[in-house]
């Protein structure tokens, strides 16, 4: 039911109440956009969180090119993956928001709750996996296929991999990576195994360790790990978790790292060789132009390298491996023309073994049963319009290991 006590206080105090205590109040954008108003969810304060700073950069971008008044965007910081997601939904929704984005994974059951309660408001989730099997018309999941950004990113790492040996720093059967993986979800495990399938593209005798925080943001943990790591003789480092705590941890050892989200070369610059990342700009500006248009959009999307969704992020030319940029621009076209495939059967073993089937849980009925025979052709057919946008790899492939 709606709230209209929330109704009229948030009347009273306008948009700054959302937004970060923002002082403008610029007029409402005229013509195609005029009646579009949106707010954006975040778990963390993207001040700190490199996930969530990502987002928000995106949200920033789409405003301008887009033309969008301060008092058309509404930003709310810091929301719990729980009850206050879905009041923090309904809020937006009071507000005038005609659409409202979530970026955490564990908002996607509130986000659904309010959908259910605003039929008239588009409510869009990243990283989630139930639009397709709710049945709720104004709810709607994204993602990218950024296992290819981290493919890419891995080429880089291989590359001052093979640099290292040539120089003498290590032998090719020491040429282990460590990684900081948040939770052993399948987002996680299909990031860092496609980053070690790139690195390996160029560094066949690379393996790796891999240690969770259980923790999406946490610096000291995430430091923690890549030291554990290094210490354990890891010569390169790369994660999946949202803060500094690793790229500054690489610094320090002296010790290459590929980090996510963001360029980390301000905080390591003898250290940082590029960062993948999805830009969530192109889906921004695709929901808004739906609804002002009054179209229908995509219930579940998957964004890629064509529509300008995944990206890496500037190579630091003082750290890379020449030849890098070469790489990883010819990798890149390989990708495009379906000459190279990131998880193709031939390129990886699980338990000794070439996978002809694999069988995943990508129906989200809640029961955590695969049902869905995802290899096509000899390809494992990760995240895109075929199956669905969230990752479902979840095997943890030879070559690679969890840290003990």
């Known amino acids: 039911m709606k709230r209209f006590l929330m109704i009229c206080l948030i009347a009273l105090v306008a948009v ?25 969810i975040f778990l963390h304060d993207p001040a700190s969180s490199t996930y969530d700073n990502n987002f928000y950069q995106a949200a920033l971008q789409t405003q301008k090119a887009l033309g969008l008044s301060d008092s058309q965007v509404i930003f709310k910081w810091n929301v719990e993956e729980g009850s206050p997601c879905y009041e923090t939904a309904c809020d937006m929704a009071d507000a005038g928001c005609n659409i409202v984005f979530a970026d955490s994974f ?17 409510f869009c989730h990243a990283t989630g996996t139930k639009s397709r099997t709710e049945g709720v018309a104004n709810f709607h999941n994204a993602f990218a296929s950024i296992y290819e950004g981290r493919f890419l990113a891995g080429i880089a790492a291989g590359m001052k991999i093979n640099e290292m040996i040539a120089a003498g720093k290590f032998t090719a059967d020491k040429a282990k990576i460590g990684y900081i993986g948040a939770y052993p979800y399948a987002e996680v495990i299909s990031g860092f195994t496609s980053f070690f399938l790139g690195a390996r593209y160029v ?44 790229p500054k941890a690489c610094e320090e050892k002296g010790v290459p790292n590929v980090a996510y989200n963001v360029s980390t070369i301000n905080l390591g610059p003898n250290t940082a060789l590029i960062s993948s990342k999805i830009n969530w700009a192109p889906y921004f500006e695709m929901i808004i132009k739906a609804v002002a248009k009054g179209e229908t959009f995509a219930t579940d999307w998957c964004g890629t390298v064509e529509t300008g969704s995944v990206e890496l992020t500037e190579l630091n030319e003082k750290v890379a491996a020449k030849g890098t940029k070469e790489a990883i621009e010819k990798a890149k076209a390989d990708l495009a023309s379906g000459k190279l495939h990131v998880y193709d059967t031939k390129t990886f073993t699980v338990g000794g073994k070439h996978l002809t089937e694999y069988l995943a849980d990508v129906i989200d009925k809640g029961d955590f049963q695969p049902e869905t025979n995802v290899i096509v052709n000899g390809v494992f057919v990760e995240s895109g319009e075929q199956f669905r946008s969230a990752p479902y790899f979840d095997m943890l492939i030879d070559g690679i290991k969890k840290y003990e």
Not at 106 to 122: C, D, K, L, S, W
Not at 235 to 246: N, R, T, V, Y
Request: charged content about 20%.
């Open 203 to 246: 560094c066949p005798t690379a393996t790796m360790e891999v240690t969770y925080t259980n923790s999406w943001f946490d610096i000291a943990k995430e430091k923690t790990g890549a030291e554990t790591l290094m210490n354990d003789g890891c010569i390169l480092i790369s994660q999946h978790a949202d803060s500094e705590g690793a």
């Open 106 to 122: 564990g908002h996607e059951t509130y986000m659904i709750q309010a959908a259910r309660e605003y039929p008239n408001v588009q």
């Open 16 to 40: 700054s109440a959302f937004a970060g205590g923002s002082k403008e109040k610029a007029a409402a954008a005229e013509g195609e956009f005029a009646n579009i108003k949106i707010g954006f």
